[in-house]
């Protein structure tokens, strides 16, 4: 009788415990022999999971671990830590019936019977998928916003706490204003990340959170932080104080921004900028800008001045442009622009322009359509006028040239005529016309003597340079001292002449970042060699010319005057000009 109503108690008990586990529908409850075969498989586990008790009393647990997991052994390390320790926790994906992966905490413990020795085991899951795809989603979030700060050049955050003079910052804004980590996030004096400002700015700053506190409430500066290795960093820093019910500040906290790499191109961009101006006030540039369409037109004030118009005066194309162009330059040069804008073509002209007193000035425009947020057609404008007078009274020079020497062979062929016409002998006519002959000869010497004679190399590469700007950053000079003859000195002023007005027109000089060297050196071989080298630098890529020009062919014939050889070479990078020649044959005797 006592042992059936023990046995009708047990059966209650695990009525009872078999109740109390259908209903724990949140939990998957499990339990498995030690070989890991499912014993019993509560209502949880068939809502969690998908299978029936059924269904799985009698297969192995790892029907439901995914197939990388049991690839791993987890089932078995789970029941050995389960033997091992008393519980083997469980946090992974799990495989539903349908083949879905779902997200599982849980642990493994023994089963043990009534001399505590280990018969299976029990495994409680409890789906978290939810949960972990939110975690999930909320660290894309995270790492996309820390992505977001790296790319923004985030250095980090603090905030200090005025009341007490307290300042704490995160590790990263600790490093860039070079405090030690642990000191910062534990919290330090507002002076200790105040030292790590760079001098010229300390006190700029200082002052701006005085006010902040005191004023405005609001703190946003930029300023320069000085790295521990001597490194500078520009930062821009912007931060908002708190107050008290009383109006007294609590907390002024913030962030900070590497702005460096912004910092130093604007910094690049404004010493670009004066450069160019520099550059375009030396030359008497004037800049200009218009769309494709030749509309928005944009002059600056020098290109308003050389054709004719007030500063605030309204500006298109036809009006402001073509008809301050001289009537016999117009159809020629709006043809030339047109074709530039629709073929992104060079433009470079000439022509004339004519204000209403009838003044004439001689204007030579060159520009390019250049792309960017759109495509823009800009340029610059120069007067030429007194380049074009110089050229014209160059001309003159040289018919004046021309016509003195037919004057002097004419005052030859007079001395050989009239001499050989009243000498009464050979010997006489010889005597005469040498001796007029030499007179002729010393009067041109002495007319040579008093411009070009022994002439300083200096000075002639002065004058040869003067209408590009002379020595500058464009045009570097250097050599020693040389003097040349007077043959030798013109040859050298011609030639330079014709280098240094190519160059500005099509070489280095015709961009602002192209430079000129201009070296020359005298070799001490067996014989003194004289050495002169022109090279440009920075400016379009050169071409050999398809046809050879005059300036060509005078630079490689004057080495010839200058007593040697001379040899122009195209190189992409820019033309090179080099003449060696014996230092004997150049130089004063």
């Not at 020098?302 to 402001?320: A, I, N, V």
């Not at 240094?500 to 070489?507: D, E, I, L």
Request: aromatic share 6%; charged share 30%; proline share 4%.
């Amino acid at each position: 009788m006592t042992a059936r109503k023990q046995l009708a108690e047990r059966r209650q008990v695990d009525q009872r415990h078999g109740f109390i586990l259908d209903s724990a529908v949140d939990y998957a409850i499990v339990s498995m022999r030690l070989d890991g075969t499912v014993t019993s498989w509560n209502e949880g586990a068939a809502r969690i999971m998908g299978w029936t008790e059924q269904e799985m009393c009698g297969l192995p647990c790892h029907r439901f671990f995914t197939p990388e997991d049991c690839d791993d052994g987890i089932p078995e390390k789970e029941m050995g830590a389960a033997l091992a320790q008393g519980r083997g926790k469980d946090e992974r994906w799990h495989l539903r019936k349908g083949g879905e992966r779902f997200w599982a905490n849980g642990e493994m413990m023994p089963l043990t019977d009534e001399a505590d020795r280990p018969i299976g085991f029990i495994k409680i899951l409890r789906d978290r998928t939810e949960q972990r795809l939110e975690y999930e989603r909320l660290k894309a979030i995270e790492e996309r916003f820390k992505i977001a700060l790296e790319a923004a050049g985030f250095v980090g955050s603090w905030d200090w706490d005025s009341r007490t003079d307290t300042l704490r910052a995160d590790s990263k804004f600790c490093a860039f204003y070079s405090v030690d980590p642990e000191l910062g996030e534990s919290g330090v004096p507002l002076a200790t990340f105040v030292a790590g400002i760079h001098p010229d700015d300390r006190e700029r700053v200082a002052e701006a959170i005085r006010q902040c506190i005191a004023e405005t409430g609001e703190f946003a500066e930029e300023y320069r932080v000085l790295r521990h290795d001597g490194a500078v960093r520009w930062v821009m820093a912007q931060g908002r104080c708190a107050y008290d019910g009383s109006g007294k500040a609590t907390h002024f906290p913030g962030v900070a921004i590497d702005t460096t790499d912004r910092k130093l191109a604007e910094l690049a961009l404004a010493d670009s900028e004066t450069r160019m101006r520099l550059a375009l006030e030396a030359g008497e540039l004037g800049t200009w800008e218009s769309t494709l369409e030749l509309g928005n037109l944009q002059w600056d004030a020098r290109t308003r001045e050389l054709l004719g118009h007030t500063p605030d005066e309204p500006l298109d194309f036809q009006h402001s442009f073509i008809r301050q162009v001289h009537p016999d330059d117009r159809e020629r040069v709006n043809a030339v622009v047109r074709e530039a804008v629709t073929t992104d073509g060079m433009l470079d002209v000439g022509f004339r322009t004519i204000d209403a007193a009838g003044r004439q000035r001689h204007v030579h425009a060159i520009g390019a359509v250049v792309v960017g947020m759109a495509k823009r057609f800009l340029g610059t404008v120069r007067d030429v006028t007194e380049l074009r007078a110089a050229e014209d009274h160059r001309a003159l020079l040289n018919n004046e040239l021309q016509h003195r020497i037919k004057n002097t062979l004419s005052i030859v062929q007079a001395i050989v005529s009239q001499s050989l016409r009243n000498a009464s002998t050979p010997a006489e006519a010889r005597d005469t016309i040498g001796n007029r002959l030499q007179v002729l000869s010393e009067a041109h010497d002495l007319l040579t003597r008093t411009s070009w004679s022994a002439a300083p190399i200096d000075t002639i590469v002065d004058g040869a340079i003067r209408l590009q700007g002379g020595r500058s950053r464009r045009i570097r000079v250097s050599g020693p001292q040389v003097r040349f003859r007077a043959r030798a000195a013109l040859a050298l002023a011609m030639a330079l002449h014709e280098l240094g007005t190519n160059a500005t027109k099509y070489g280095a000089l015709s961009v602002p970042e192209g430079h000129v060297d201009l070296r020359w050196t005298v070799i001490q071989e067996p014989e003194p060699v004289f050495e002169l080298v022109w090279k440009e630098h920075g400016g379009p890529v050169v071409t050999e010319p398809t046809r050879v020009g005059f300036g060509t062919r005078l630079m490689q014939s004057l080495g010839r005057d200058l007593g040697g050889k001379a040899v122009i070479d195209y190189e992409p990078s820019g033309v090179r000009w080099t003449v060696r020649s014996s230092l004997a044959a150049i130089v004063e005797s």
